[in-house]
């Protein structure tokens, strides 16, 4: 393992800039479609480097990609960078402290992730321009994961149709492939309109519409039993009608997210959901209406991209982490509880051990319980060969979108687990260059499963990002 190859030489040459900018972008924590600061720090690296840049991707204000080389197949590199409400927190201590109250923050690590693919696909760049290698690597700056499904949007509009393969990672407390097992789902709005009426004084001609919302959720709970084991239902009333008691609520609206395994289970599990939202308009004499707000579906799995890119991750080995990386994991633990030690342990499906941070690469074949949410790398996942690595970048227990990624999101350690994965999405892209029988048979792959069950976008035809106001 202590050999090295030329495309980690240059990922090592090239990543001062690239910490600099998960950092910068870590400063400006922006929630989904909003992120203007960030995908500007994102484009200035990219024209920086040479890149071929494309604005506003699938017209989304807050999407960037950028090209570099020619001719030859297409290998995209996907990133991320939008943060999440309420989790600001001051970075690199082991106590709970906001930076700001009630702020921003970067609590899934997508500073990380944007800037540790942007570092690899120039890497890549570099590689190719050395060494006369005909093909083009993209860098895609994709929004609003959290809450967005900006892909889904970006695959319904056709970005990807000319791309051969994509690969992608994310922060984790256990660095190997992330399985592709997730959740399909859509979330949609469920709006009941009855009539106001004085609540004392004339009852009778009121029609409730917070009722209504009160039964579906009665309703959606009985149906909870009799669903597939892996659904899942949740919701949250966006609108319960008014503050007053004694002002029948005339207008409510609740917002639910269905999940299931498989996209095509997914739409007759939402036609029961809707099935018991008109049944709590009948019983309340309301009426109702819907919309979708955003849908994506599961990632399909790619055995030979998979492969290929755990094959690198072992080449490379362990994230090289320190004594001092250790200690500080090590205080970080102690803000978690065993529970959720052990939880990252059972979802990684590796025997519990007493190191703070991760000194391993989890075998391919280990499946740990999984931990099912949904990703908008799924859509991207049916239209071409995907594969995603986990990288560690937090001590072993760090809940997902808490306070500790956020504070853990500019660590030294932090920073090498983002080099690291660089180096592997890397060399992965470059195996996927040259030597045709990768992409083969990822393609091939892709093709067999969506031959028997074909891609259908889970959005409505004329459904837009929803830019929150
Ligand atoms: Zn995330």
Known sequence: MSNTKPIWEIVDSKKPAFIELSDSVWDN???????????????????????????????IDTAVMGEAGDGGPVISILGEFDALPGL?????????????????????????????????????????????????????????????????FMVRDGVFADVDAALSWHPTAFSGIIPPLTLAVTM??????????????????????????????????????????????????????????????????????????????????????????????????????????????????????????????MELGPTPFDEADREFACRMQATMSPDDIEAAYLGAGVPQGDAPICDIIVPLETRGVPMLGSTDLGDVSWVVPFAQAGSATYAIGTPGHSWQVTAQGKTPAAHKGMVHVAKALAATAIDLFTDPVHLEAAKADLHKRVSSTPYVSPLPGELKPQVPA
């Not at 309301?286 to 030979?304: G, I």
């Open 29 to 59: 924590p922006e929630l989904l479609y909003r992120e203007h600061k960030s995908v500007a720090l994102h484009r200035q690296r990219l024209q920086e480097e040479g890149f071929r840049i494309v604005d506003r991707v699938a017209g």
């Open 88 to 152: 600001s927190q001051v970075a690199g201590i082991d106590e709970q402290k906001p930076l700001e109250k009630g702020g921003n923050g970067h609590g899934c690590g997508h500073n990380l992730l944007g800037a540790g693919a942007l570092l690899a696909a120039v890497a890549v760049k570099q590689y190719l321009a050395a060494n006369n290698i005909p093909g083009r690597v993209r860098y895609y700056g994709c929004p609003a994961e959290e809450g967005g499904a900006a892909k889904t």
């Open 188 to 313: 949609i709005d469920f709006r009941f309109s009855g009539r106001a009426s004085h609540a004392a004084v004339s009852p009778h001609l009121g029609r409730s519409a917070l009722d209504a919302v009160e039964l579906m959720s009665v309703g959606v709970n009985y149906l909870r039993e009799h669903v597939p084991q892996d659904a899942r239902m949740h919701y949250a009333v966006l609108d319960s009608g008014g503050r007053a008691p004694n002002v029948v609520q005339s207008e409510a609206t609740v917002r639910y997210s269905v999940r299931c395994l498989k996209s095509a289970d997914l739409d007759a599990l939402l036609e029961r959901v809707k099935d018991v939202a008109r049944g709590a308009a009948q019983m309340t004499g309301t009426k109702v209406d819907w919309n979708v707000v955003t849908a994506m579906s599961e990632v399909l799995d790619n055995p030979p991209l998979y492969k290929l890119l755990h094959k690198n991750m």
